[in-house]
């Protein structure tokens, strides 16, 4: 079986999930391993304002609260894990102003480290002498 796509988790991503309920962190990663190999499971949607641009969430309602994780396909041979949290705000199902800052900051983070992954393989690549 084909392994798939390399999880690559930027800035606090991976530590957040980790404090998710254990029922929330199975969904969670299975989620993340669908995507690793090409697919989209159910709980993923497309995150309002990205649209087209291959940025996901995976939403799971657990015992009263609501988490969400962030992630992108964007990047050739990668699913980038940008961010996971509890949804906070009781009013509305909007991702906050916050949470989306920070999802923008860790894009753009993702964007800077697989340039760097593509200059160290490129640089792996060429012969030595």
């Known amino acids: 079986m084909d392994a798939g796509k390399e999880l690559i988790w930027v800035g606090s991503s991976k530590e957040d999930l980790s404090a998710f309920p254990d029922d929330v962190k199975l969904v969670m990663g299975f989620a993340l391993r669908v995507a690793q190999q090409g697919g989209k499971h159910l709980s993923a949607k497309p995150l309002k304002g990205y649209k087209g641009a291959g940025v996901l969430e995976i939403v799971d309602d657990f015992d009263g609260d609501t988490y969400r994780a962030v992630y992108t396909v964007r990047f050739e041979g990668a699913v980038y894990a940008l961010d996971a ?3 906070k705000s009781k009013k509305g199902i909007a991702t906050s102003k916050a949470d989306l800052d920070r999802i923008q ?15 160290e393989r490129e640089g792996n690549g060429k012969a030595k002498g």
């Open 85 to 87: 949290f509890q949804k």
């Open 105 to 119: 900051a860790r894009l753009k983070r993702a964007e800077q480290m697989h340039g760097e992954r593509l200059k």
